[in-house]
Structure formats: structure tokens, C-alpha cells
């Protein structure tokens, strides 16, 4: 063999020893770029999913504020219509309550009423108060009854107030007492 074929075989050789080794770095490059890929991928993907679930935690939390606070507007109107309703009921309460303290069977009501306090303080002295505006009201009371009557201070829209004194009794058959516990214990 020839030098030059020699030389051609020892060329060949290098040369494809050089290819080979240059396909080994260049898998090893291109291994080495696939994954800082992968992982570049992945960290933006990563990324991209927390800013996205911060972003689904804000819209959220947005939401329910909204929500909370269409609930407590929707709350203080319904209380608020409750309350207004409320005090129609009672105004027209009062309205009949008046009215029916200038009918017959209000003052049967009131000697009904003056006869039971009598009963109750079995002989004991026994002050018995009619409102203010049943002052007109006393003297035929008084006929029917044979109590004393007294015209309260206060007025407690209908009815009578009796105090045995001796018992330390208060006998309390108002209208303006008991309108104010219904009023109380009243809920829509």
C-alpha cells in the first residue's frame, strides 16, 4: 500500500472519527438545549398556572365581596320595608284602638276592668287611674263602679292602672302597656 492510499484510509479514518465525534457533541448540545427547554417550559408553564390561580383566588374574592355586599343591601331593604310595615301595622292599631275608645263597649270594658282591681285588693285601699283623655269618662264611672277614680299623669292610650299601695301592687290593664309589649315581641 501506497502512501497515498495510506493517507487516504488515515483521512477517511480521522474524518470519521471527527463526524462521529462531532454527532456525539451535537447530541449531547442538543440533549443539553431539549431539556433547559423542558425546564424553561415548565417554569413558564409553572408560572403561568400560579398567576392564573391568583388571579382565579382575586376574581373569587372579588365575587363574594360583591355578593356580601348585594346580601347586606338586600338585608337592610327587607328590614327596612320590614320596619316601615311594622309601624303601618301599629299606626292602624292605634287608629282602631282610638276608634274603640269611643264605643260603649270600651267603657263596659273599663267598669269590667275597675270591678276585677276592686276584687283583687279584697278591701285594701286601691288607687285606680284612668288616662288623660278618658277624663270624660270618669264621673259615669264612678256612678257605676262606686270607686273614686283618679286622672293619671301619663297618658297610656286606654284603659285603667290601679297601685295597692299596701301589697305594693301594680295592676297595669293599659292599652299603651300592652301595644308596647306586642310591639316588642312582634317580628314579621
Known amino acids: 500500500m501506497e502512501i497515498n492510499e495510506k493517507l487516504d484510509i488515515f483521512f477517511e479514518a480521522a474524518i470519521a472519527a471527527a463526524n462521529k465525534q462531532s454527532e456525539e457533541i451535537l447530541e449531547e448540545q442538543k440533549h443539553t438545549y431539549q431539556q433547559a427547554m423542558e425546564e424553561y417550559e415548565k417554569s413558564k408553564k409553572a408560572g403561568w398556572q400560579a398567576r392564573e390561580r391568583a388571579l382565579e383566588a382575586k376574581l373569587k374574592k372579588e365575587a363574594n365581596r360583591r355578593l356580601s355586599e348585594q346580601a347586606t343591601l338586600q338585608k337592610r331593604t327587607y328590614y327596612g320595608v320590614v320596619e316601615q310595615k311594622t309601624e303601618e301595622l301599629f299606626t292602624l292599631v292605634e287608629e282602631k284602638i282610638k276608634a274603640y275608645r269611643n264605643t260603649d263597649e270600651y267603657e263596659a270594658l ?21 288616662t288623660p283623655s278618658d277624663a270624660e269618662k270618669k264621673e259615669r264611672l264612678e256612678q257605676k263602679t262606686g270607686m273614686v277614680l283618679t286622672i293619671g299623669e301619663e297618658e297610656f292610650i286606654g284603659g285603667i292602672r290601679a297601685v295597692i299601695a299596701s301589697k305594693n301592687v301594680l295592676i297595669d290593664e293599659s292599652f299603651g302597656s300592652r301595644l308596647k309589649q306586642e310591639r316588642e315581641n312582634y317580628s314579621f
Open 110 to 130: 273599663l267598669v269590667h276592668y275597675i270591678e276585677k282591681a276592686k276584687a283583687f285588693a279584697k278591701g285594701e285601699s286601691i288607687t285606680i287611674y284612668l
